[in-house]
Nanobody, 125 residues
């Protein structure tokens, strides 16, 4: 059974850093693009970042460009999101996802087939 486990969230002060991890089990996803999304209560889940299967291509939402870095370790079947210079508006539940349909560096929810359970990131002032 495929399982994505998001971890690394927590409480951090504005300007600080966190590193999220998403470990996959039950299937190898080294050939597939993977992404990170986030959601605030009452709002739609929004795209944050995506990375190609090889890790050679990435895509970011404008709101996080220059502050967040997505990476992957295919040997560990894991994707990471390094978040620096965190802002209050980065507070959300962060979800990782896998695209097995071949959309590439998609930014839409429908382009991803498997999802993690989410990890809470709270940025305080």
């Amino acid at each position: 059974q495929v399982q994505l486990v998001d971890s690394g969230g927590g409480l951090v002060q504005a300007g600080g850093s966190l590193r999220l991890s998403c470990a996959a089990s039950g299937r190898t996803f080294s050939s597939y693009a993977r992404g990170w999304f986030r959601q605030v209560p009452g709002k739609d889940r929004e795209f944050v970042a995506a990375i190609s299967g090889s890790g050679g291509s990435t895509r970011y939402a404008d709101s996080v460009k220059g502050r967040f870095t997505i990476s992957r370790d295919n040997a560990k079947n894991t994707v990471y999101l390094q978040m620096n210079s965190l802002k209050l508006e980065d507070t959300a539940v962060y979800y990782c996802a896998v695209d097995t349909s071949g959309y590439g560096l998609g930014s839409r929810l429908v382009e991803y087939d498997y999802w993690g359970q989410g990890t809470q990131v709270t940025v305080s002032s």
